[in-house]
Nanobody
């Protein structure tokens, strides 16, 4: 069973930056994609950034495009989410997830087999 562990969340003010990290417990499992999701109170979990593992293609939720950057560090078996110009509406629990089968829709939560426990990001005014 692969474990994903997120870190880097916290309480910041609007306009600040945070960098989230997600480290996998194993290196050799097949990944179709690694994705950051988030869930705000009373809302459904939504994708934030998707990294397709085979070619490194990344795409972002419209509301974070230009502010958030996802990256991978193969040496550390880690993916990162650099979040700049944070807004109040970015407040949520952020989850890292691994999609281990090809096909299906990258933005749907049920396509993901492995999940981290999440890290809280709170943006205050």
């Amino acid at each position: 069973q692969v474990q994903l562990v997120e870190s880097g969340g916290g309480l910041v003010q609007a306009g600040d930056s945070l960098r989230l990290s997600c480290t996998a417990s194993e290196r050799t499992f097949y990944r179709d994609a690694m994705t950051w999701f988030r869930q705000a109170p009373g809302k459904e979990r939504e994708f934030v950034a998707i990294l397709r593992w085979s070619d490194g293609m990344i795409w972002y939720k419209d509301s974070v495009h230009g502010r958030f950057t996802m990256s991978r560090d193969d040496a550390d078996n880690t993916v990162h989410l650099q979040m700049n110009s944070l807004k109040l509406e970015d407040t949520a629990i952020y989850y890292c997830a691994a999609k281990i089968r090809s096909g299906g829709a990258y933005e749907l939560t049920h396509e993901y087999a492995y999940w981290g426990r999440g890290t809280q990001v709170t943006v205050s005014s």
